[in-house]
């Protein structure tokens, strides 16, 4: 199937609004506890054929450069060339390659997820949480997404070992997306 590049006469385009939405991951610390951060700066857009969904499609880029842990020097961490690699990758980006409905008011959506220059399809599980207008006159729809990646397989591979065993940061990544968008 082929997404549209354009939106069409029935479809409606939604500028992502970054005040009102956010990209939250968790990962396993020390092989007990889950260690979470999110990303602040997301732009992208929605474009909407709510006739024939199978049409619609979704473009995101996050800046990397926005994570934020509550640990200012984890986050320097995570900016560097053992993670995230900020200076060589400054976005992540995501594209939808195809939207499918899967029950009442969910949708998976997959597409080529870009992390460290490294393309990967994933499927987000999403749900449709609402239409409104806010009080001053803009429409609004929000959805709200989870996947979880192989880090590894994005080239996340820095990581130490514990006296234990096991590893100081886990493979498994939790996404979960809240996004808000308005009508343009």
Do not use: C
């Not at 509550?70 to 993670?83: I, N, T, V, W």
């Not at 900020?86 to 997959?110: A, M, Q, W, Y």
């Not at 393309?119 to 806010?134: A, C, I, P, Y």
């Not at 996947?147 to 591979?157: A, H, M, N, W, Y």
């Amino acid at each position: 199937m082929s997404i549209q590049t354009a939106p069409s006469a029935t479809t409606t385009s939604w500028a992502i609004d970054a005040g009102h939405s956010l990209a939250e991951f968790g990962v396993k610390h020390l092989m007990v506890s889950t260690t979470k951060g999110r990303f602040s700066e997301i732009t992208g857009t929605i474009n909407l054929d709510e006739r024939n969904l199978e049409n619609s499609s979704v473009d995101v880029t996050i800046n990397v450069a926005s994570v934020d842990t509550h640990d200012e020097k984890r986050d320097g961490h995570l900016k560097s060339a053992d993670f995230f690699d900020v200076e060589n990758h400054p976005k992540i980006t995501f594209k939808s390659t195809k939207v499918e409905p899967n029950g009442k008011d969910r949708l998976n959506v997959t597409g080529d997820l870009t992390i460290r220059g490294v393309t990967r399809s994933v499927v987000l599980d999403t749900e449709f949480n609402g239409r409104g207008r806010s009080p001053w006159g803009s429409e609004v729809i929000a959805y709200a997404a989870q996947t979880s990646i192989s880090r590894k397989e994005f080239g996340l591979k820095w990581n130490v070992a514990l006296e234990t065993g096991g590893v100081l940061v886990g493979d498994k990544v939790k996404i979960s997306i809240e996004a808000e968008a308005v009508k343009q």
